[in-house]
């Protein structure tokens, strides 16, 4: 692709995400210490490896300025991290409360939900308030590291107000905004409260991204239909400006992933899996713990297979590896609370003394220890309710290089544009298809497995986080020429 290859290598990029890739924490010499997060993002941009990549986020502590700030700083930058500082308070009500609470909910099609924002319409408020501010703090932060040329490229739902920060300050500027969750339809999203304020701030980006091509086009229908502008084949256009459109899908660094399955310490987390689920069918899910994952009704389906199979019932296992996430908003509390519930019921009614249906862990595992358990799975599950794209199904088939492996997958899952043809596609809400599904996958003929896997493998090994990020900012850097010469007149 020649437009990928005009990217020279050591363009200086600024990638601006509300957390960095990284966690910090302190080790018993108190010490700084920094260990990768689990998240789709961060393991998409850990791929990207074509330019110099500072990122510029929230370090996820909070610490008082001063020598342990400063200390903490130092570690950060030594590793091309620019860390943004965000107090308690901030963070609380911008992340837990805006972009968690509201944002991300409502963009994976659940609903503001009224009794709670009525009686807190102070709340709302502060939220948006503080969302605001946050925004205008990453924008202070951008611009210290700013150098003329650099292309930003901003991410995410946390920080659609940042384009317009940032142009306000650098007309000039290359903005690229790119969203990793759903756009939902205008008529979901009309229903936000500060509807046009975002929508007019991310249009100051040169170029906008989603996932998948109904994203972009619900996002340019929002456009239309709230701010009465013209939509071109394009992008949108406002007063003579058109601010570009695109999809952009995303995808891994697979060959981190098959290099992996060579390496010592995951052929030996292999045999001892192998070894410890011997005579039985390994299926898989790995998720954050999150309502838009479809836990619930995962476990709701493999519950009525095995009430309707009972021959399966000590043949069959099922892992569940739910990272908890956002741990601080009730809503996701509750449903911590509901998937343990479910698990101890099916544990309790079809397990035996020598064998559980489901081993359940409510925790990050290491990059071996993951593609191990990729690598074992008979049959993995996505069984998302709504999800931007879901990189757990490209990791696994991935790993499954040699072994070839049933993919389950969302319809709700912009994967399921791409890995359509190869995957099992499954509506996560319809229990008895879905159990169905996991019958089916369970006994499929070796030559199907086969053949899907093929199509699935030939997506995942091409369309790479490293094409994605090219592709973008190729596409960046030429809109934002375009935009310069059209100033010029
Ligand atoms: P996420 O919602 O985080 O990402 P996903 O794309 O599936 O969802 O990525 C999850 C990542 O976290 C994977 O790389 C996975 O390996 C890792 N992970 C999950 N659980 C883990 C565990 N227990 N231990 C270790 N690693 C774990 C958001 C959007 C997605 C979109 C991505 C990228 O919600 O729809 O695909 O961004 O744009």
């Known amino acids: ?144 590291h700013y150098q003329e040329g650099d292309i930003i490229w901003v991410q995410d739902y946390h920080l659609m107000l940042l384009p317009a920060v940032l142009k306000e300050r650098r007309p000039n500027m290359k903005v690229g905004f790119f969203l990793h969750t759903p756009f939902p339809s205008s008529e979901i999203y009309r229903t936000l409260p500060v509807r046009e304020e975002l929508l007019r701030s991310v249009l100051r980006a040169d170029l906008i991204g989603f996932h998948t ?62 070894n410890r689920y011997a005579g039985r069918k390994v299926m898989l899910g790995v998720d954050r713990l999150d309502m838009i994952k479809g836990i619930p009704q995962k476990l709701l389906a493999f519950e009525k297979f095995l009430e309707e199979h009972p021959e399966w019932c000590d043949r069959v296992l099922l892992v569940q590896i739910a990272v908890p996430s956002r741990t601080d908003v009730p809503e996701y509390q509750r449903l911590r609370s509901m998937v343990h519930e479910v698990v101890g019921r099916i544990n309790g009614r079809y397990g035996t003394l020598t064998h559980v249906p489901i081993y359940h862990l409510d925790r990050q595992l290491s990059f071996h220890e993951l593609v191990a358990l990729y690598a074992i799975t008979d049959v993995a599950l996505v069984t998302s309710l709504r999800d931007g794209m879901n990189l757990v199904s490209y990791e696994y088939v991935a790993c499954q290089r040699d072994n070839a492996g049933v993919l389950v997958l969302s319809e709700f899952a912009g994967a399921a544009q791409s890995l359509g043809a190869g995957a099992l596609l499954v509506n996560p809400w319809n229990v008895s298809d879905l159990a169905a599904a996991i019958g089916y996958a369970l006994r499929m003929p070796e030559r199907e497995r086969r053949e899907r896997h093929r199509h699935n493998y030939a997506h995942v090994t091409v369309h790479t986080a490293q094409t994605w990020a090219d592709t973008f900012i190729s596409e960046l850097d030429d809109t934002a020429v375009e935009a310069e010469l059209r100033t010029r007149g």
């Open 213 to 274: 091509y109904d994203y972009a086009r619900h996002f340019v229908s929002a456009c239309t239909r709230i701010l009465g502008l013209e939509a071109t084949p394009e992008g949108v256009e406002d007063d003579g400006s058109l601010t570009h459109v695109a999809a952009f899908p995303i995808g891994i660094d697979p060959d981190r992933f098959t290099a992996a399955l060579g390496a010592p310490e995951v052929r030996a987390n292999v045999a001892q899996l192998l």
């Open 1 to 144: 692709n020649q437009e990928v290859q005009r990217v020279p290598p050591s363009r200086r990029l600024i990638v601006v995400a509300n957390r960095l890739p990284v966690s910090a924490y302190r080790d018993p010499e108190g010490k700084w210490q920094l260990q990768v997060s689990a998240g789709g993002l961060v393991s998409a941009l850990m791929g990207v490896a074509h330019f110099q990549t500072k990122w510029i986020g929230w370090p996820g502590v909070y610490v008082e300025a001063g020598p342990e700030r400063d200390a903490l700083t130092s570690a950060l930058h030594g590793e091309g991290y620019a860390p943004v500082y965000l107090d308690q308070k901030m963070v609380d009500l911008h992340y837990n409360g805006f972009c968690n609470s509201v944002l991300w909910q409502l963009f994976h099609y659940v609903p503001l939900n009224i009794d709670s924002k009525l009686s807190e319409t102070r709340t709302l408020q502060f939220q948006w308030a503080a969302h605001q501010m946050v925004n205008r703090i990453f924008g202070d932060a951008v611009m210290q």
